[in-house]
């Protein structure tokens, strides 16, 4: 990280409730989304608004997922919302719920147009624990310092001059005034709530649902990003939901040490003027005026999102068989926005990405399902030592030492192996 300036603080974190915070954020977190698409050319909006709920089937109840996980779709100004129920990440699970949303959507002939957007909602139901504040001045000032990469990154319009939506759905111009190093949180959202030049709802990192208690911390945390701008690629949508949460989990190491500065005087001022680039009111109809991202600012852009992505990459291996970090570097390298500037459409747009999301499926034969079982029941304990476990494993599957020990690499990728020396057997780790 360049410029790695800390504001210290009285109210940083242990390590160990670092650990706490980490692990209990990461079990209690849903990530909802509001994804809204227009209609096709010619067609009724309230026609098509019925024909998406036929499609998804909303459950109407947060606490029932229902087929799609959707919770309602309604009106909006630019077609419709479709609002999708937070739930905790696992990407494939995740990516394969998308895949019937988008697939429904397509098969409606549903447009992304510029008036629409994909807001990310980080929720935390259940928690009946504020939650420092330093962890919410950590997030905030990360999600400033990287603003523009962010906007870069989940940019998807289709033509160079407007590769952005406009600003008014989703305003940096409060945000990058206001640093949790000269005041507290509560008075920064006290400012968003009050402002005149932003409507609190339209601040790119909402703070509208965030509430504090008397001695500040935050109950409830409830955090709505509203930048990103929508795209109909599962893949994408299912790789940027972990990217917030790897920015909140990465805020809780943060608040080990103080709170993260945005950078020094004169790159925090390149920031802006990065983030005026691409976010504006000066384009046509709905986009931002993006004729001043020339080839050079892309390349700008790309070594910031490569350096926010490092940053965040050892977060990124706590997520089990996740490709995540794989489809955000090529979002850095090449988002939506200049996919589409190629002509790609979204369904080459996602076969992109979803090659880049592929891993390599671990194949299981009965034998290895055997050693599984073996191993999960501890049926073999006792043994003196790891050699002599593997000798015993191998005569009672009838493997030569060699294939067990393939078999165990097999296993060690899929679930984790070690020897446990008290029972005198292998056990899992996950």
Known sequence: MKDPII???QDVLTPMAARYWKDLLYRVVKIGTELEVAPPKRMNRAAFETAVHEALQPSGNLDTLGTNGVLDVQSEHCGVEIRIIGRHPHFHALHQQYQRIMAA??????????????????LTPG??????????????????????????LTSAGEQREALCRRRNYTSHVEMVRHSPGTMSMQAI???????????????????????????GD??????????PDADMSATAVTAKTFLFM????????????????????????????LLDMLN??????????????????????????????????????????????????LLAETPISLLRCAGYDWPQIEEILRQRATTDEIGLDKTDQRLMQRIELCEWIGQTSPETW?????????????????????????RGVRWDQRQGTMVFTS
Request: glycine share 4%; aromatic share 10%.
């Open 280 to 329: 504006n009111n000066d384009g046509n109809l709905a986009t931002s005026d993006t004729t001043a991202v020339s080839d050079d600012i892309i390349a700008e852009l790309r070594q910031g999102a490569y350096e926010l992505l490092d940053l965040l990459a050892p977060v990124f291996d706590r997520f089990d068989d996740n490709p995540t970090l794989d489809v955000l570097l």
């Open 390 to 414: 593997q000798w015993y494993a191998a005569r009672e599957l009838f493997l030569t030492p060699q294939d067990l020990e393939r078999r165990l690499q097999k296993l060690e990728k899929l």
């Open 7 to 9: 504001f210290r603080r």
């Open 105 to 122: 959507l397509q098969t409606l002939g549903s447009r992304p147009r510029p008036t629409c957007g994909l807001h990310f909602h980080i």
């Open 246 to 273: 790897a920015l909140l989990l990465k805020a809780v190491d943060l608040s080990q040490y103080g709170v993260i500065h945005v950078g020094q005087i004169k790159p925090w001022r390149r920031k802006i003027e």
């Open 127 to 152: 928690l009946a624990e504020p939650v420092p504040e330093i962890i919410l001045a950590n997030l905030w000032n990360l999600t400033r310092r990287y603003a523009p990469e962010l906007r870069f």
């Open 189 to 215: 959202k006290t400012i968003l709530d009050e402002s005149m030049i932003v409507p609190k709802h339209q601040n790119f990192m909402n703070l509208e649902h965030v509430g504090f208690t008397e001695r």
């Open 218 to 227: 935050v109950l409830p945390f409830h955090i709505e990003y509203r930048f």
